[in-house]
């Protein structure tokens, strides 16, 4: 098999079951079962934290509930960050706001593919670049009046697929979790307590 | 040296220079340059995504633009997301609303060690657990009505500190960029071309 063949077949192969990769029979069968017992589409997403001095901390991902039921990852997902010099980390790992950026590109993406896939939509190629901006004269306490987050992200796909596609596919990213996270906001709750 | 001391030595550190591990000469340097010049202070934080086929795919991390450059990263950091099986991937990395939350973990706790640090507050260690809701009868286009991206979150932090830091230690959270941007939402921008 040919290189191109094989990029061919990892991305926006079409087999009996699978449209741009995507497993065709497993998703239907989730989407049934939830539509028959809206109750299974309730998830509770977990990640645990650990601080390991300065700037540098790891996130562990281990299990999930949904299907009304804790489901295993079937291997723990160990994330790293920590910041670059310029504040005062060892640029150990991406830093938290880029993590940030990742989560909405993985996002987009899939929902894009696999909504695409559903609808009969062919994609070979996706790729992706972001930008957000953050004027940290408010997370550094110098500007009371800056926002401390994000106040503007810019995604930008190249996508190879009939030109027929662009439209809806722009329509399909809107069912993207992470950007209606970040368009709508969530209530966020914390609590502190000693060991 | 035992590895309880090592174990103090990486977290909660204090020599000269370090609270908390962090280089308060480096932090406090990039402070007062950016007091001393706000525009210092904008900030563009950049990824790049490529899909793998499915839900498999892998955001790069490389520079950013910060202090009026680009700033290239001392390594390039490849984040890989995929889905369980119940949602018809390979569970080959974390999923993107769990990298949403560790973004959310990491950057809370970075905000609260660094700004600790310049305030003199040591702790000596941090971890914490994170929960988000998600009803994915959003996501799947089954209920209308359902908000498709994370309704709640929920984080409680175990601190090692003196009692009298918990409640400053708690206000120090508010500075977080990743908390901010998903309690305040942003503005978010999607273009799509072909190629």
Redesign the interface.
């Known amino acids: 098999m040919t290189q191109q063949q094989e990029k061919q077949q990892?991305?926006?192969?079409i087999t009996e079951n699978?449209v741009?990769?995507?497993?065709?029979e497993?998703?239907k069968g989730?989407?049934q079962a939830?539509?028959d017992d809206?109750e299974l589409?309730?998830?509770?997403?977990?990640?645990?934290?650990?601080?390991?001095?300065?700037?540098?901390?790891r996130?562990t991902?281990s299990e999930?509930y949904?299907?009304k039921q804790d489901?295993p990852?079937?291997?723990q997902?160990v994330?790293r960050?920590d910041?670059?010099?310029?504040?005062?980390g060892d640029?150990e790992?991406?830093?938290?706001?880029?993590?940030?950026?990742?989560?909405?590109?993985?996002?987009?993406?899939?929902?894009m593919?696999?909504?695409a896939a559903v609808r009969g939509i062919h994609?070979d190629?996706?790729?992706?670049?972001?930008?957000?901006?953050?004027?940290?004269?408010?997370?550094?306490?110098?500007?009371k009046s800056t926002?401390?987050?994000?106040?503007?992200?810019?995604?930008?796909?190249?996508?190879?697929?009939d030109?027929d596609n662009?439209e809806q596919?722009?329509e399909l990213?809107?069912?993207?979790?992470?950007?209606?996270?970040?368009?709508?906001?969530?209530?966020?709750?914390?609590?502190?307590?000693?060991?």
Request: aromatic share 8%.
């Open positions: 990892l991305h926006g192969s699978r741009n990769g995507i497993d065709l497993t998703l989730t989407v939830i539509a809206p589409g309730k998830c509770r997403f977990r990640a645990t934290n650990a601080w390991y001095g300065g700037t540098d901390n996130t991902v999930f949904g299907a489901i990852h079937k291997q997902f994330i960050a910041e670059p010099s310029i504040l005062a640029d790992g991406a830093n938290p706001v880029e993590y940030l950026l990742s989560a909405l590109a993985a996002c987009v993406t899939t929902s593919v696999a909504h994609i190629s996706l790729e992706s670049e972001l930008e957000g901006d953050i004027d940290i004269n408010g997370y550094l306490g110098l500007s926002p401390k987050g994000y106040t503007d992200i810019r995604i930008r796909f190249k996508v190879r697929t030109a662009m596919l722009k990213s809107s069912f993207s979790p992470v950007l209606n996270t970040l368009t709508q906001g969530t209530n966020v709750s914390i609590e502190i307590e000693g060991v």
